[in-house]
């Protein structure tokens, strides 16, 4: 008989699969004796730091118990024998290459869950020593037992929602090793602890082999429901309660019962003449190949504690993946590029830090320290509240200090790969950081919000300078301080009132159809960079702006999202808001209102909109802007002469009145406005007629720029330096400026080109 069936079709979903390795028999578990072995070996291995416990949940796991001993066994050569040697960043990582039983395999965190809004939050992680020495091996813990079933359960469903390789993997079983570490699994409510192998590279390859097991009808939750059961055999922390000692027993009794019930359903099966489907759903799933990490040594010159090494030296080996080769998503690879350069900048050693204040940092930065520890952490110039916001106060502090900025930027650019690293991009990379603890409550605005740390957040020209928080219970304080010039006082204000303004969706990334939505959908009244706007709110002479980001620092909950930001709608009629609790809501300032809110005739406070922001970061532009709109009609001709060098170009188009008489440019341009008939004051034209006025406008005073350019670039060769002709600076602003009016233009072609193909077509008579 060979040991190998004859190609069995699959049906899996809506076409029809090949399968043509499954064997007969399912890879036997090690016996007492064989799993003794491997412990033996790796017992006389000096680079291999684990528990004993640990090494005994790598030795039950393997079906190649004697290909693993081997491994593990020192040579006479070699004290490490033949394990996997590899050089990450700071370590020397060791490894054996195995096969191990699915069933053993908890799903771990990756980096890339450091950016995703969680129901249920990840467990902290905190580093294994043996002698002051780092363990290959981590401690995930969890607030109880349910929490680390609902934990897998997520787990195993969120990222079958993102990726499902399942037909792969039942046609030819995984093929690639999973990244694997055994980790102790603890409980901040006292149920007993018990080591576990986790996968931290390959949990879609690891939940697409469940989503196999449970069979090609079986959705995520189906998967993920499967994979709880198997391994953790149904049991909660209401079934702990009142039980002894035993649990890691417990689970491994279970998990063995349950194979030797799946081993007993593939033996009839694949007894049967023609045997069934669900022979190569066991088999392609029953037994996966790992490297599993046994050891570890630190680098001579490393600066790293040693708890924090061997999960910072995983952490590398899955960015080097997944930020340079396999990419994750933006955010994800952002999370990690900063905390990678922030440990590139420990390890140097560099006197201008102290290592251990930025060790302090990297932990507040990733949650390793709780927000609660913040005034322990900073507690050195005042003593900060303990909360979310000035915990990103906080941070924002600390890593934009300008020499640790240049150096986290030319690290980070060099993980990257690129050429240059600007201050938007470096706020970029702060945006899933400074939002870990309100990201899951915020999850409706969080896209927005990253998009605006993309477009510069809150790292104005005085917050990367130097600064330091000053700490308050009122932010209110602060603005007369800032007013008189205390630049701690006015970044404290900008960064605070900026995180907030942020994360509640009223500073976004405006673009051009901002600009033509409505005050209460997202409109705005012009077009501004997220760090400008917060750049002109914190100006030392612009009181409204500093007004109103002291009151929206004052106003922000991490807990929940503001009414005006996220409109609830009722689907009972009634009021979804518990009467007990303060409304979440920011609202208008009011310099002439004693408390400086703005209110209605009736007293009802006013709410607050983007609108309102961006216009508030620079009042005399939106008076300009307001002006403007109102008198945009009537329209009036107006000549355009251009001179230069004897040169003369003119060009006849439509201007609104009241956007100045006359002026002269440096070039020569002379702009005439001729006044309407008689002067008289004419109505308002319909909106049709008026958007043709200004058509004509924005074409003739485009091509105006057009020609000024080319009366321009002849005095090139007459002026003393190209630097006299336009200052870099001006060009730069030009540059800007002309990249945002295309923009606008290509967004207004495609949504008209849009609306026409959406059109319906004549009939053909």
């Known amino acids: 008989m060979t040991t190998t069936l004859p190609p069995l079709d699959l049906e899996w979903g809506n076409e029809t699969i090949q399968v043509s390795n499954i064997a007969r028999q399912l890879s036997p578990e090690p016996t007492v004796e064989q799993r003794g072995t491997v412990i033996e070996a790796a017992s006389k291995n000096e680079g291999i730091r684990l528990p004993k416990d640990a090494l005994a949940v790598i030795a039950a796991a393997t079906t190649q118990p004697n290909a693993l001993a081997v491994q593990l066994q020192p040579t006479e050569g070699d004290p490490h024998g033949v394990l996997m040697v590899e ?27 450091g950016m995703e809004a969680l129901e249920v939050s990840d467990p902290q992680v905190q580093g294994i020593t043996q002698g002051g020495r780092p363990s290959a091996s981590v401690e995930y813990r969890y607030e109880s037992f349910d929490h680390l079933s609902n934990h897998v359960w997520q787990t195993i469903n969120d990222t079958l929602g993102k990726n499902d390789y399942a037909t792969s993997i039942a046609t030819r079983s995984i ?4 990244i694997v570490h055994p ?7 006292g149920t007993e602890s018990f080591h576990a192998l986790v996968v931290r590279d390959g949990i879609t390859r690891l939940a ?26 149904g049991i909660t922390s209401a079934s702990e309660r009142g039980k002894g000692p035993g649990l890691a027993q417990r689970l491994a009794d279970s998990r063995k019962k349950w194979r030797e019930d799946l081993r007993s359903e593939f033996d009839q099966a694949v007894r049967k003449q023609v045997p069934e489907p669900r022979v190569a759903q066991i088999f392609q799933s029953y037994a996966v190949p790992a490297q599993i990490t046994v050891g570890i040594e630190g680098h001579t010159e490393r600066l790293l504690s040693a708890e924090d090494l061997f999960d910072d030296a995983i952490r590398s080996v899955l960015a080097s993946i997944h930020v340079e080769f396999k990419q994750w998503e933006e955010a994800a690879q952002n999370v990690e590029v900063i905390t990678r350069a922030l440990k590139r900048v420990i390890r140097s050693g560099d006197p201008r830090w102290s ?20 005034p322990q952490v900073f507690g050195s110039t005042g003593t900060p509240p303990a909360t979310a916001l000035w915990r990103a106060v906080y941070l924002i502090s600390a890593l934009t200090k300008p020499a640790l900025l240049e150096e986290l930027k030319d690290q980070a650019k060099a993980i990257k790969g690129g050429k240059r690293m600007s201050v938007k991009a470096f706020s970029g990379l702060l945006g ?16 927005q919000a990253r998009n605006a740390w993309s477009n510069g957040g809150v790292l ?24 008189r010039g205390d630049i701690n006082a006015r970044c404290t204000l900008a960064v605070a009132g900026g995180v907030a303004l942020i994360a509640d969706k009223f500073i976004t990334r405006n673009v051009g159809s901002s600009l033509s939505r409505p005050r209460d959908n997202g409109g705005v009244p012009f077009r501004l960079d997220t760090y400008k706007v917060i750049e002109g709110l914190s100006q030392q002479d612009n009181e409204l702006g500093l007004h109103l980001l002291a009151m929206a620092a004052n106003t922000f909950r991490s807990d929940d999202l503001p009414l005006n930001a996220i409109a609830k709608q009722s689907l009972t009629g009634k009021d979804p808001a518990d009467p007990a609790e303060k409304p979440y809501v920011y609202f208008q300032v009011d310099l002439t209102a004693e408390d400086k809110m703005a209110r209605t005739p009736d007293g009802v406070p006013v709410m607050l909109y983007e609108w309102d922001v961006v216009a508030a970061s620079d009042p005399d ?3 300009r802007m307001a002006d403007l709109e109102k008198s945009a009609s009537p329209s009036t001709l107006t000549t355009i002469t251009l001179e230069a060098n004897g040169t003369h170009a003119q060009e006849t188009g439509i201007v609104p009145p009241g956007t100045g008489g006359t002026f002269t440019s440096d070039t020569g341009t002379l702009i005439t406005e001729v006044p309407g008939p008689r002067g008289e004051s004419l109505a308002p034209l319909p909106p049709s007629q008026r958007a043709a006025d200004l058509r004509r406008h924005l074409q003739s005073h485009v091509q105006a720029v057009r020609d000024t350019l080319n009366l321009l670039t002849p005095l090139e060769s007459e002026v003393s330096t190209p630097s006299a002709l336009v200052p870099r600076g001006t060009l730069d602003e030009l540059i800007d400026l002309l990249i945002g009016i295309q923009t606008d233009v290509d967004n207004l072609r495609r949504r008209i080109a849009a609306q026409e193909e959406s059109e319906p077509e004549e009939e053909q008579v």
């Not at 469940?210 to 939750?221: E, R, Y």
């Not at 930065?365 to 927000?371: C, L, T």
Request: glycine letters at 6%; proline letters at 7%; zero cysteines.
């Open 460 to 483: 104005t020209s005085a917050v990367t300078g130097e600064w330091t928080p000053v700490p308050t219970d009122d932010f209110t304080t602060l603005v007369e301080p800032a007013m």
């Open 175 to 178: 093929t690639r090793n999973l």
């Open 355 to 374: 290592t251990s204040q930025l060790q302090d940092v990297y932990g507040l930065a990733v949650g390793r320290i709780p927000v609660a520890d913040l």
């Open 432 to 447: 899933p950081v400074i939002d870990l603890p309100w990201r899951s409550r915020k999850r409706l605005v969080n896209s």
């Open 183 to 189: 980790v102790l699994i603890t409980f901040d409510d």
């Open 621 to 623: 532009r939106a008076k």
């Open 208 to 233: 697409s082999a469940w989503s196999v097991l449970a069979g090609p009808g079986a959705d995520s939750a189906a998967a993920a429901n499967l994979a709880r059961k198997s391994l953790l055999g």
């Open 87 to 113: 050089n990450v960043e700071g370590a020397t990582l060791l490894s054996v290459v195995t096969r191990v039983l699915m069933s053993e395999l908890f799903p771990g965190i990756q980096p890339r869950t």
